[in-house]
């Protein structure tokens, strides 16, 4: 069983911003792919970023350059550094994990209650 809990969210303006972090429970916090996905208000979640055991990370081409995601195997956290942000990026952001395997909409195994990230313009 893992535990995934968000924190980091918050109100930012245009161009600036946010660390989320995902604490997580549990003793194979390493077997599991870490990562977040986000959803704004009328619209399907979506992948944001994930990273491995290892560090190998992915990101959604409108991310990239803009976030970076890191982990901290010892201290079972996930990071997603978030800069120049823009209203676009507004959204409930989730992490979730997936023992073994890359993220995918359908079929991790673990998710966050989700943190809210807003930007205003």
């Known amino acids: 069983q893992v535990q995934l809990v968000e924190s980091g969210g918050g109100s930012v303006q245009a161009g600036g911003s946010l660390r989320l972090s995902c604490a997580a429970s549990g003793r194979t916090f390493m077997s599991y792919v870490i990562g977040w996905f986000r959803q704004a208000p009328g619209k399907e979640r979506e992948f944001v970023a994930d990273?491995?055991?290892?560090?190998?990370?992915s990101y959604m081409d409108s991310v990239k350059g803009r976030f970076t995601i890191s982990r901290d195997n010892a201290q079972n956290t996930v990071y997603l550094q978030m800069n120049s942000l823009n209203p676009e990026d507004t959204a409930v952001y989730y992490c979730?994990?997936?023992?073994?395997?890359?993220?995918?909409?359908?079929?991790?195994?673990?998710w966050g209650r989700g943190t809210q990230v807003t930007v205003s313009s």
């Open positions: 990273i491995t055991w290892s560090g190998s990370s």
């Open positions: 979730a994990a997936r023992y073994g395997a890359r993220l995918s909409r359908f079929s991790n195994d673990y």
